[in-house]
């Protein structure tokens, strides 16, 4: 039972979460602009003068790992990390398509996915986070969020998951998704947000668990290797 803030700054979306006990107390996100490393700061400000919780009431702040976007999982990580330092409280890394497809099943049971029950009954869930062109982040996971693959880096065509689409009906989301529909045309689409209210029950568990990380040397969960492309701009 803990007092936790979540971060999910992994994609498009900057999400920040208040929770106790697994319960969220607040939310704040936007989807506008990739300027997470001033809304980040803003939004956990606001959050905390919201509940009249102070910093040192924290006991531990969770963060969405990866894989997603580079710039944005360091915003995220090196925000998280420094307010551990800070705080002398853990840090909680979750992965970000668990946290996704938390956020999945929470909208399942909530009745605001576009699906039916019959459908969503057997599905394979498979989350799936933009990585550019028509390769994406993913992992399949069962309707409990339970995952029954490992994470990896996708280029989609017409075989992919070709198992898994075969064997009961396949739900793609997430930002990666929504491109992918052409090719995987049985797949079922549902818009699904990266969020941190995806991350409080996994965080909750996980500090129960005592599963926390080395603050100095945790790293995000970035699947590739970062490429430093150089600039064909000629220097003055």
């Known amino acids: 039972?803990?007092?936790?803030?979540?971060?999910?700054t992994g994609t498009d979306v900057?999400?920040?979460?208040?929770a106790n006990d697994g319960e969220l107390m607040a939310l704040r996100e936007s989807d506008e602009g990739r300027d997470h490393a001033k809304k980040v700061a803003i939004f956990v400000d606001e959050l905390l003068k919201e509940t009249g919780v102070q910093p040192s009431d924290l006991d531990a702040i969770a963060v969405?790992?990866?894989p997603g976007s580079y710039t944005g999982l360091r915003i995220g990580v090196s925000f998280a990390k420094g307010m551990c330092y800070a705080l002398n409280i853990p840090l909680i890394a979750i992965g970000s398509l668990d946290a996704l497809t938390k956020v999945a099943c929470e909208d399942f049971e909530a009745g605001i996915l576009d699906i039916e029950d019959a459908d969503w009954a057997n599905a394979h869930l498979c989350p799936m986070v933009d990585a550019r062109r028509m390769e994406v982040y993913t992992q399949i996971f069962d309707t409990n969020g339970i995952a029954t693959t490992d994470v990896s880096a996708e280029i989609i065509t017409e075989e992919s998951f070709a198992q898994w689409r075969k064997d009961g009906k396949f739900v793609i989301f997430g930002n990666g998704a929504q491109k992918c529909c052409e090719v995987l045309s049985d797949a079922i689409y549902v818009s699904v947000t990266p969020s941190a209210r995806g991350i409080v029950a996994l965080a909750e568990q996980a500090f129960n668990a005592s599963k926390f990380e080395d603050i100095a040397y945790f790293e995000p969960f970035y699947l590739k290797e970062f490429l430093v492309i150089p600039s064909k701009k000629k220097l003055l």
């Not at 900057?14 to 208040?18: D, K, P, Q, R, T």
């Open 1 to 8: 039972m803990a007092l936790i803030l979540s971060i999910e």
């Open 14 to 18: 900057c999400s920040v979460a208040l």
């Open 64 to 66: 969405g790992k990866g």
